[in-house]
């Protein structure tokens, strides 16, 4: 599979656009820290105020200095004012923050452009990280030619959340495997199972982390693709239009009122309080479905993310550490980094914390830890299944000119995909048909098709 070579990456990335909502829909809590330039027994990490990073904050002093001498200082921001800070900083190379959380969607980008670290000679010489414990998707969603740039903080992967004991009461049966027009019968059939209960509910909120995010993993598995190997648009394509034409009259059909403003956040809402009987999404939400306290906790049943013509569908997300090629301190970082992302990491967590708030995702080991599986059973095996199975280099029936399951790797597609999911978004809205809004995508696509093409043939 061909990557964009590094010229073509380096002039590109500068311009990454900001707006991912994590897939999972990120978390708009207070972020703050301190920011003091690293010394040789300290090092300074700039990270996304989500919670899980919030409880690593609150660990570090009392296990990791107290192990190693090593202090962090700590500068926590929001998601998309860490994004622009983070972009900054690197592409300036000025050295200020040793370690970053960064996503699969930035490791690669950043690794071609040389501004983190391969990790490589850090592995070698630390074996009790044990790299072969990371479950392969997130080893190969981090890499860049054939080295690891990244580590997993914690990761995802997407899946179809159904109430089965709704499903069970009107005498259906979920396959094990579903196909999206078998998900769409489900739907049908619970649309007004209780009053004012949609079929299922998907994402319409524009945005790229939004529902192009679900979208891209329909397209995928219907055959289509946004550009081919060799750089041609395919937005407006038979295979991508049958994809979105049926998204489209799902949601319009059987899904959620409110449908172009929904985004995570609100279909968590509709299936925990009971207005949406399945749900398509992140892995991640089933924590919260499951939740003491949660109206529908045991009621949930997870199956694997619906296909049409691929065998796995579902989309692979992680945040992860990157650490700056101009940091002074790499040691000290690379220390940082084996501790937050190893096994002992989340044996504290769950000891200190809970186990329902390890940052799970990213080793085989945790779904083979019985105390985790006691809080997270009825997800965690679908979860490590769902993730397992998303394929970053190969998605879809075509190959592709870059990494990604429900993005494409370049840095130009956070500005198409929320051009382009405006314009979905309408047509979920109805103020416009998908061949409309499709043939608007093809055009923007092909704008950046042309970069690409170009550049290669320079």
Same mark, same amino acid.
């Given at each position: ?6 010229a073509a990456t380096l002039a590109a990335a500068g311009t990454l656009l900001l707006g991912l909502s994590g897939c999972s829909g990120g978390w708009a809590g207070w972020g703050g820290g301190a920011f003091g330039a690293s010394t040789e027994d300290s090092i300074s990490v700039l990270m996304v105020n ?25 500068? !926590? ?120 209960? =949609? ?21 995928? *598995?219907?055959?289509?693709t946004w550009f081919t190997e060799d750089w041609q648009a395919r937005v407006d394509s038979p295979e991508f239009t049958e994809a979105v034409r049926f998204y489209v009259d799902l949601v319009r059909q059987h899904g959620q009122a409110g449908a172009p403003q929904s985004g995570f956040t609100e279909c ?13 999404? =992140? *892995? ?41 090629? =101009? ?104 103020? *416009?048909? !998908?061949?409309?809004?499709? =043939? ?19």
């Open positions: 599979m061909r990557q964009p070579h590094r989500n919670p899980q990073m919030v409880d690593l904050q609150q660990l570090t002093a009392e296990h990791f200095t107290a192990e190693t001498g090593i202090r962090v200082n700590f500068t !926590v921001l929001p998601e998309n004012d860490v994004r622009d800070k983070i972009s900054q900083e690197f592409s300036s190379q000025a050295g200020q923050y040793d370690v970053a959380s960064l996503s699969n969607f930035e490791i690669p980008i950043y690794a071609g452009a040389e501004w983190i670290t391969p990790m490589d000679e850090f592995l070698a010489e630390d074996p009790g990280f044990d790299q072969d414990d990371i479950l392969d998707p997130m080893e190969t969603s981090l890499s860049h030619e054939g080295q690891v740039y990244g580590q997993p903080f914690y990761g995802e992967s997407s899946f179809l959340m159904y109430r089965r004991d709704l499903v069970e009461a009107e005498g259906l049966t979920m396959p094990e495997n579903p196909t999206w027009p078998e998900v769409a019968e489900i739907a049908a059939a619970l649309d007004g199972a209780e009053p004012g209960m =949609a079929g299922i509910c998907l994402r319409g909120q524009p945005g790229w982390g939004q529902v192009i995010a679900p979208l891209t993993t329909v397209v995928n *598995t219907f055959g289509g968590l809402n509709n299936l925990t309080q009971g207005d949406a009987a399945m749900w398509y999404d =992140a *892995t991640s939400a089933a924590g919260s479905l499951e939740a003491e306290g949660s109206p529908v906790k045991g009621k949930i049943g997870y199956a694997p993310a619906p296909v049409v013509e691929t065998d796995s569908a579902g989309w692979l997300y992680a945040w992860a550490w990157g650490i700056q090629e =101009a940091s002074r301190n790499k040691d000290a970082a690379w220390e940082f980094v084996s501790w937050a992302s190893g096994k002992e990491y989340e044996q504290l967590v769950g000891e200190e914390l809970g186990w329902s708030r390890v940052p799970a995702g990213k080793r085989a080991s945790t779904y083979e830890n019985e105390e985790y599986l006691e809080v997270a059973g009825s997800f965690a095996q679908p979860t490590r299944q769902a993730i397992e199975s998303a394929d970053p280099a190969d998605p879809g029936v075509q190959p592709r000119p870059a990494l990604g399951v429900q993005f494409v790797g370049i840095p130009e597609f956070p500005d198409l995909g929320t051009q382009v999911s405006q314009e979905i978004s309408s047509a979920i809205a109805g103020r *416009t048909s !998908v061949e409309d809004a499709l =043939a608007r995508g093809q055009r923007l696509a092909s704008d950046v098709a042309e970069r690409y093409l170009s550049r290669e043939g320079s």
